[in-house]
């Protein structure tokens, strides 16, 4: 979207408006996770205090490490993925769709058993005491590295698929209600019930997306 020219770049006006445009459901998206985890803190620190908080954060560092793996495998097949639909290449996709759930859930079945089996003494070998109370959540954490897969690999075909905007209204229309959800939760002081309904809530968006995916991509190789 830019012309080189002899002296510095020249930026097309149009061409600049265009990009924003067309990336602004993708950003619309990108912010509506931060229901999921993030805008959920400021309900727990204000309805249930900053040590509940400091115990919710304590576990939730295990999400971002996870994401950090997710975010490079978007990066590796998203171009490759995006490429055999816009072909029509039938064959290719169904090796690269294959590929990519293999290492995708592979690892992440693998995180899931050691976390569910040795999360609690995890806790408890690397915080001290006073966050020994994080132990309970990290079975939450476990399962939710299995809807973090499943939202990377729904995301990144709908992405391939056009649907950005589609995901933009899903993701954003039930971040909305898991939000209200935390704050009605939280009135019962309890962080097992604010991570299941966080979970719950992020499934949810992540099935809608992947279930909308299936339905295009009967008719993307026709």
Same mark, same amino acid.
């Given at each position: 979207?830019?012309?080189?020219?002899?002296?510095?770049?020249?930026?097309?006006?149009?061409?600049?408006?265009?990009?924003?445009?067309?990336?602004?459901?993708?950003?619309?998206?990108?912010?509506?996770?931060?229901?999921?985890?993030?805008?959920? +803190?400021?309900?727990?620190?204000?309805?249930?205090?900053?040590?509940?908080?400091?115990?919710?954060?304590?576990?939730?560092?295990?999400? =971002?490490?996870?994401?950090?793996?997710?975010?490079?495998?978007?990066?590796?097949? $998203?171009?490759?993925?995006?490429?055999?639909?816009?072909?029509?290449? +039938?064959?290719?996709?169904?090796?690269?769709?294959?590929?990519? /759930?293999?290492?995708?859930?592979?690892?992440?079945?693998?995180?899931?058993?050691?976390?569910?089996?040795?999360?609690?003494?995890?806790?408890?070998?690397?915080?001290?005491?006073?966050?020994?109370?994080?132990?309970?959540?990290? =079975?939450?954490?476990?399962?939710?590295?299995? /809807?973090?897969?499943?939202?990377?690999?729904?995301?990144?075909?709908?992405?391939?698929?056009?649907?950005?905007? /589609?995901?933009?209204?899903?993701?954003?229309?039930?971040?909305?209600?898991?939000?209200?959800?935390?704050? *009605? *939760?939280?009135?019962?002081?309890?962080?097992?019930?604010?991570?299941?309904?966080?979970?719950?809530?992020?499934?949810?968006?992540?099935?809608?997306?992947?279930?909308?995916?299936?339905?295009?991509? +009967?008719?993307?190789? $026709?």
């Amino acid at each position: 979207y830019s012309d080189n020219r002899e002296f510095g770049i020249r930026v097309e006006v149009t061409a600049l408006s265009r990009v924003y445009k067309e990336g602004f459901f993708i950003l619309a998206f990108n912010m509506s996770k931060f229901a999921y985890g993030g805008f959920t +803190r400021i309900t727990i620190f204000h309805q249930l205090g900053d040590e509940k908080l400091g115990i919710f954060s304590t576990a939730w560092q295990f999400v =971002p490490l996870s994401t950090l793996f997710f975010a490079q495998v978007t990066r590796t097949w $998203r171009l490759t993925i995006t490429q055999c639909i816009k072909h029509g290449d +039938r064959a290719a996709f169904r090796k690269q769709i294959c590929s990519l /759930v293999i290492t995708v859930f592979a690892p992440t079945l693998l995180a899931t058993t050691v976390i569910l089996l040795y999360g609690g003494e995890v806790i408890h070998l690397v915080f001290n005491d006073q966050y020994a109370a994080a132990s309970e959540l990290m =079975p939450f954490i476990a399962l939710y590295f299995l /809807v973090i897969a499943l939202d990377t690999v729904s995301v990144l075909l709908a992405v391939a698929l056009s649907l950005s905007r /589609v995901v933009a209204v899903a993701y954003a229309t039930f971040g909305v209600v898991t939000v209200l959800a935390c704050l *009605v *939760v939280a009135e019962l002081k309890s962080l097992n019930l604010l991570l299941v309904t966080i979970i719950a809530g992020h499934f949810l968006a992540a099935s809608v997306t992947a279930a909308l995916s299936l339905v295009k991509l +009967r008719t993307a190789f $026709r």
